[in-house]
């Protein structure tokens, strides 16, 4: 009987299994046709082009090179502000990412946050823009972190030179669309790809020293990006032990240099002592 009823159970279990299976399969099925031709292929040592033209939340005429200015670095979102889901997420978690650094937009580096939808409009750029600054709390950023709208050829011509791939999905009524932060120099050159939707503030700092060739940040922020470097596959900054060692080695002789002048002064300092004034 227990036999029986042992055999029965493995059956059940083995037909979920298969329900499971084939659960999974139709699904996967419907997921990727929708994605598919979305992507993100990461474009770095490439230049955006600064002369594209963009509405920002007031609803005036901007070039997107009015936010480079040679020298400090730009954080690139691309979002769109009706998104129902993702992109809120993308902006929140962003926030909190500001609220965790100790810099300001406007002051150490720009954020420039487009809509890639070209149906959306300065008003829509404007709502969000209150929204996320209120969650941010910082006044002084309102004048670092701007919110644009633009046409189809501009949206797509800024997309497809970061590589940023998206389509609308008719049945859904929304955009399919990866999620990164782009860092980008203060000439435009893209230096830096954070993807996901979580960015640490340590991070976000390390890739704007990064694109900034060092011109922003301390002293300590140059020696700390020396120490890590970005590991794709993690998606982070990981330390480098190879760098780590060099720093080290350095730290090390320096150390050993100083010694032996304190030892050798001190030693001429004896010799000066014993040997007495000349008779």
Same mark, same amino acid.
């Given at each position: 009987?227990?036999?029986?009823?042992?055999?029965?159970?493995?059956?059940?279990? %083995?037909?979920?299994?298969?329900?499971?299976?084939?659960?999974?399969?139709?699904?996967?099925?419907?997921?990727?046709?929708? %994605?598919?031709?979305?992507?993100?292929?990461?474009?770095? @040592?490439?230049?955006?082009?600064?002369?594209?033209?963009?509405?920002?939340?007031?609803?005036?005429?901007?070039?997107?090179?009015?936010?480079?200015?040679?020298?400090?670095?730009?954080?690139?979102?691309?979002?769109? %502000?009706?998104?129902?889901?993702?992109?809120?997420?993308?902006?929140?978690?962003?926030?909190?990412?500001?609220?965790?650094?100790?810099?300001?937009?406007?002051?150490?580096?720009?954020?420039?946050?487009?809509?890639?939808?070209?149906?959306?409009?300065?008003?829509?750029?404007?709502?969000?823009?209150?929204?996320?600054?209120?969650?941010?709390?910082?006044?002084?950023?309102?004048?670092?972190?701007?919110?644009?709208?633009?046409?189809?050829?501009?949206?797509?011509?800024?997309?497809?030179?970061?590589?940023?791939? %998206?389509?609308?999905?008719?049945?859904?009524?929304?955009?399919?669309?990866?999620?990164?932060?782009?860092?980008?120099? @203060?000439?435009?050159?893209?230096?830096?790809?954070?993807? @996901?939707?979580?960015?640490?503030?340590?991070?976000?700092?390390?890739?704007?020293?990064?694109?900034?060739?060092?011109?922003?940040?301390?002293?300590?922020?140059?020696?700390?990006?020396?120490?890590?470097?970005?590991?794709?596959?993690?998606?982070?900054?990981?330390?480098?032990?190879?760098?780590?060692?060099?720093?080290?080695?350095?730290?090390?002789?320096?150390?050993?240099?100083?010694?032996?002048?304190?030892?050798?002064?001190?030693?001429?300092?004896?010799?000066?002592?014993?040997?007495?004034?000349?008779?």
């Amino acid at each position: 009987m227990q036999r029986r009823y042992l055999l029965i159970l493995t059956c059940l279990i %083995f037909m979920g299994l298969l329900s499971a299976g084939a659960l999974y399969a139709q699904r996967a099925g419907d997921i990727a046709p929708v %994605f598919d031709g979305v992507s993100l292929d990461e474009q770095l @040592g490439e230049h955006v082009p600064l002369d594209l033209t963009f509405r920002d939340e007031n609803g005036e005429i901007v070039r997107l090179g009015d936010y480079f200015d040679g020298t400090r670095p730009v954080a690139l979102n691309l979002v769109y %502000f009706d998104c129902p889901m993702l992109c809120s997420i993308v902006l929140m978690k962003w926030t909190d990412t500001l609220k965790k650094m100790a810099w300001v937009p406007g002051d150490q580096f720009e954020v420039v946050t487009v809509s890639f939808s070209s149906h959306e409009s300065p008003q829509l750029a404007a709502k969000a823009r209150i929204r996320y600054l209120k969650q941010l709390g910082k006044p002084a950023a309102a004048s670092g972190w701007h919110f644009l709208t633009g046409t189809e050829t501009n949206i797509r011509a800024l997309t497809d030179a970061v590589g940023f791939h %998206f389509k609308w999905v008719e049945e859904k009524q929304q955009y399919a669309h990866p999620t990164t932060l782009t860092l980008l120099s @203060g000439d435009g050159k893209i230096t830096r790809y954070l993807q @996901g939707v979580d960015y640490p503030a340590g991070d976000v700092r390390k890739a704007l020293v990064e694109a900034s060739a060092g011109k922003v940040g301390s002293t300590v922020d140059r020696i700390a990006l020396y120490c890590f470097q970005y590991d794709p596959k993690a998606n982070s900054y990981v330390v480098s032990a190879f760098n780590l060692m060099r720093l080290g080695g350095g730290i090390t002789i320096l150390v050993l240099a100083l010694m032996l002048v304190f030892l050798w002064r001190r030693e001429r300092r004896r010799h000066v002592i014993t040997s007495g004034p000349p008779g």
